[in-house]
């Protein structure tokens, strides 16, 4: 069995797909499709399940995909124990909640890719949920995220900072809300239009769980899937939303929306960068980390 034979096999499940994993290698299709039937010779196991041009992961293969991302750590770790490479090098893979991806902190990104250019480095964009099954099954080195605090027994908590969740409104808001200005409840919000991400985010969960406390209820929101365009839809009046501080910067300095101060519902969430306990830091891991998290006010 060979490692480049195993990186073949990883791409195409991956992708789900012989073709695009060729293309991703720059491979002809033929080659991977060879080395995938070898290793199924070697393996005495089917690993995709063949149906016309569309392939998708038997058991067999869930379980080696398993297998080949911890082949791959030790192939990264041997080769930086050994390469004698103090700069950053190899592969690593991250994974960035859609909200932090829209954000200054991607600046972070921005750092890192300047100070290490040896790293071949794949970003993830996904849910809380999305992230840290990946994290747990080795497909991403690191996840940064944004919720309550994860308190899982395989992970490290690299870096953890406190962030506000802010409930917002176009512009001309206080126009509906006349004398109201400084004592806005939830309640007054029932009835308004809500715009939210989708179903299953960590901050329109708590919005939920708010509304459930108090026996009142969201109607009809408008889900949209794009942090700057959710922004955007506040801004021209369609509804109002909630959001990370960090994401509403620049439109609450231009006057494009307001913040909605309610008295009886303040939220704050933990960005987090979280790593798995049980394997190797890699230098590219730890430089990332530092840059992620550079800016971050840490929790006292």
């Given at each position: 069995?060979?490692?480049?034979?195993?990186?073949?096999?990883?791409?195409?499940?991956e992708?789900?797909?012989?073709?695009?994993?060729?293309k991703?290698?720059?491979?002809a299709?033929?080659?991977?499709?060879?080395?995938?039937?070898l290793?199924e010779?070697?393996?005495?196991?089917?690993?995709?399940?063949?149906?016309?041009?569309?392939?998708?992961?038997?058991?067999?293969?869930?379980?080696?995909?398993?297998?080949?991302?911890?082949?791959?750590?030790?192939?990264?770790?041997?080769?930086?124990?050994?390469?004698?490479?103090?700069e950053p090098?190899?592969?690593?893979?991250?994974?960035?909640?859609?909200?932090?991806?829209?954000?200054?902190?991607?600046?972070?990104?921005?750092?890192?890719?300047?100070?290490?250019?040896?790293?071949?480095?794949?970003?993830?964009?996904?849910t809380?949920?999305?992230?840290?099954?990946?994290?747990?099954n080795g497909?991403?080195d690191?996840?940064?995220?944004?919720?309550?605090?994860?308190?899982?027994?395989?992970?490290?908590v690299?870096?953890?900072?406190r962030?506000r969740?802010?409930f917002i409104?176009?512009?001309d808001f206080?126009?509906?809300?006349?004398?109201k200005?400084?004592?806005?409840?939830?309640?007054?919000?029932?009835?308004?239009?809500?715009?939210?991400?989708?179903r299953?985010?960590?901050?329109?969960?708590?919005?939920?769980?708010?509304f459930?406390?108090?026996r009142?209820?969201?109607?009809?929101?408008l889900e949209?899937?794009?942090?700057?365009?959710l922004?955007?839809?506040?801004?021209?009046?369609?509804g109002?939303?909630l959001?990370p501080?960090?994401?509403?910067?620049?439109?609450?300095n231009?006057?494009?929306?307001?913040?909605i101060?309610v008295?009886?519902?303040?939220?704050?969430?933990?960005l987090?960068?979280?790593?798995?306990?049980?394997?190797?830091?890699?230098?590219?891991?730890?430089?990332?980390?530092?840059?992620?998290?550079?800016?971050?006010?840490?929790i006292?």
């Amino acid at each position: 069995m060979e490692l480049r034979h195993l990186r073949t096999f990883t791409h195409a499940a991956e992708l789900n797909s012989f073709s695009q994993a060729a293309k991703r290698l720059n491979y002809a299709q033929s080659t991977v499709t060879a080395q995938i039937d070898l290793l199924e010779k070697e393996l005495g196991v089917q690993l995709f399940h063949r149906q016309g041009k569309k392939i998708s992961l038997s058991e067999a293969g869930q379980e080696l995909l398993q297998y080949t991302y911890r082949f791959q750590q030790l192939e990264r770790e041997v080769f930086s124990r050994f390469s004698g490479e103090e700069e950053p090098s190899g592969e690593l893979r991250v994974g960035i909640l859609e909200s932090l991806s829209a954000s200054e902190h991607m600046l972070g990104l921005k750092r890192f890719l300047c100070t290490c250019p040896s790293v071949r480095l794949q970003v993830l964009i996904g849910t809380t949920l999305e992230l840290i099954k990946k994290l747990e099954n080795g497909e991403i080195d690191a996840a940064f995220l944004l919720d309550s605090p994860v308190m899982n027994q395989n992970f490290s908590v690299v870096f953890r900072s406190r962030v506000r969740i802010l409930f917002i409104a176009p512009a001309d808001f206080w126009e509906n809300f006349a004398g109201k200005k400084e004592n806005v409840f939830l309640k007054d919000l029932e009835g308004e239009r809500w715009l939210l991400t989708e179903r299953g985010c960590n901050y329109r969960r708590i919005l939920e769980e708010e509304f459930s406390k108090r026996r009142m209820e969201i109607c009809d929101p408008l889900e949209i899937g794009s942090t700057a365009f959710l922004i955007d839809c506040v801004s021209q009046g369609l509804g109002i939303s909630l959001l990370p501080e960090y994401n509403l910067a620049e439109a609450l300095n231009s006057g494009k929306i307001r913040e909605i101060p309610v008295k009886d519902c303040r939220i704050e969430m933990e960005l987090q960068a979280l790593v798995h306990k049980d394997r190797w830091r890699s230098p590219a891991l730890r430089r990332i980390c530092s840059c992620m998290t550079e800016k971050w006010d840490p929790i006292i």
